[in-house]
């Protein structure tokens, strides 16, 4: 099973990119071909419609790529002013955006439609990020991803990881490793690989 992790950060000291990291390391533990994703590794602008009737930007289709390889995603999202940050939105938008006349991008619903998604977060605060989570939701439900039922955030951030990027609270790992079990598991049970 091939499972992609990524943050909806660039932030080089993210705690959503050490939990990212940490995700796919269990990932690889359960069998899985598991990659990280790293957005600022993508040259992709501000959505604009007038932009995409230039052309859609090359690595926006490298990464609609990317993401069509995999049927399994876990997403860990910070929190902004109580919600998900304008990153995650843009990717989103660019990649669920038609690309006219393409063989696989022309309806918009691939590369997202059918993805079995797991939703992780870690924040300073007292929720961990789930605010970021309920708002993040609905957005993967409507671009028509299977979303995992169980999720995680990771509170009190900044005390939670190691010197190696682990988590150091048992309670953090396990539920963590729950949303990448279900997610797996649910992956493989819609048969896609």
């Keep these: 099973m091939k499972l992609l992790v990524f943050a909806g950060s660039t932030r080089q000291q993210s705690f959503n990119r050490r939990l990212a990291r940490y995700a796919a390391s269990l990932g690889a533990q359960q069998g899985a071909q598991a990659s990280v994703l790293e957005l600022a590794e993508y040259d992709i602008p501000l959505y604009n419609a007038d932009l995409e009737a230039r052309g859609t930007p090359a690595d926006v289709l ?30 989103i938008d660019w990649v669920s955006s038609p690309v006219a006349g393409h063989p696989l991008w022309r309806d918009g619903s691939r ?3 059918g993805k079995v998604v797991g939703m992780l977060s870690a924040s300073n605060g007292r929720l961990g990020g789930l605010r970021a989570q309920s708002h993040l939701a609905p957005l993967l439900l409507n671009a028509q991803c299977w ?38 598991w649910a992956a493989q049970k819609l048969g896609s690989d």
């Design 62 to 91: 490298r990464l609609k790529a990317l993401m069509d390889q995999h049927p399994a995603w876990i997403i860990c999202s910070p929190e902004y002013n109580g919600s998900y940050p304008a990153l995650l939105k843009n990717t």
């Design 147 to 184: 979303l995992a039922p169980r999720s995680y955030a990771v509170s009190a951030a900044a005390q939670a990881f190691d010197d190696l990027g682990n988590l150091v609270h048992e309670h953090d790992r396990s539920g963590v490793r729950g949303v990448v079990e279900q997610v797996l």
């Design 111 to 113: 590369p997202l439609a």
